[in-house]
């Protein structure tokens, strides 16, 4: 059974950095293209960031741009999620979720860990 525990979020300032990570267990990380999600309460959930299976393309929101970067070591199964100057409205709850390459629906999701960004 394919697990995904998102790690790393808090409570920092704006401006602040902060990497979030998520680790899959049940099968190799290098099995899949894994994206960040987040949703903040009363919103429909947003795309943040994404990185194919071997690292080689990565993809962005454009509120992400210039500011997250998208990482992957298949050799630990870690995904992460590198966040910088960060602003109050990329507060929310954040997930990881993965898909085998070839597939458009994202089959396995983690919990979420929560990032919040204080003015």
């Known amino acids: 059974q394919v697990q995904l525990v998102e790690t790393g979020g808090g409570l920092v300032q704006s401006g602040d950095s902060l990497t979030l990570s998520c680790e899959t267990s049940?099968?190799?990380?290098?099995?899949?293209?894994v994206a960040w999600f987040r949703r903040v309460p009363g919103k429909e959930r947003e795309f943040v960031a994404a990185?194919?299976?071997?690292?080689?393309?990565?993809y962005y929101t454009d509120s992400a741009k210039g500011r997250f970067t998208i990482s992957r070591d298949n050799a630990k199964n870690t995904v992460s999620l590198q966040m910088n100057t960060l602003k109050p409205e990329d507060t929310a709850v954040y997930f990881c979720?993965?898909?085998?390459?070839?597939?458009?629906?994202?089959?396995?999701w983690g919990q979420g860990t929560q990032v919040t960004v204080s003015s």
């Open positions: 979720a993965a898909r085998p390459e070839g597939l458009t629906t994202f089959l396995y």
């Open positions: 990185i194919t299976r071997t690292g080689t393309n990565t």
């Open positions: 049940g099968r190799t990380t290098s099995s899949f293209y």
